[in-house]
Nanobody, 124 residues
Framework: QVQLVESGGGLVQAGGSLRLSCAASGRTFSRVLMGWFRQAPGKERQIVASIAWNGGSTSYSDSVKGRFTISRDNAKNTVYLQMSSLSPEDTAVYYC?????????????????WGQGTQVTVSS
């Protein structure tokens, strides 16, 4: 069982940066793949980035590649999403999620555990 709590969202101007954090409880955190998703109003939830259990492999959606960086600190049971060069199109609720069966940065089943989400709003 993994419980996830996101933080770090807020309002930022276009071109700015934010760092999201996802704190996890549960002894299995260090063995699971972690992902960041986002959902904008009226749109489907989409994956933004993922990171392998040991941090050795990462994956990004094309829309954020080169601007966002996912990382994790297993000693702190925390995964991060550093976001830079933000644009209004990045406005969404951001969720972290855990996947218990993976290969590298690819989830082989569904993401089983989800946080409650944190709002990111980018003003133009």
């Amino acid at each position: 069982q993994v419980q996830l709590v996101e933080s770090g969202g807020g309002l930022v101007q276009a071109g700015g940066s934010l760092r999201l954090s996802c704190a996890a409880s549960g002894r299995t955190f260090s063995r699971v793949l972690m992902g960041w998703f986002r959902q904008a109003p009226g749109k489907e939830r989409q994956i933004v980035a993922s990171i392998a259990w040991n941090g050795g492999s990462t994956s990004y959606s094309d829309s954020v590649k080169g601007r966002f960086t996912i990382s994790r600190d297993n000693a702190k049971n925390t995964v991060y999403l550093q976001m830079s060069s933000l644009s209004p199109e990045d406005t969404a609720v951001y969720y972290c999620a855990a996947c218990s069966m993976s290969s590298g940065a690819v989830c082989l089943r569904s993401y089983s555990y989800w946080g409650q989400g944190t709002q990111v709003t980018v003003s133009s």
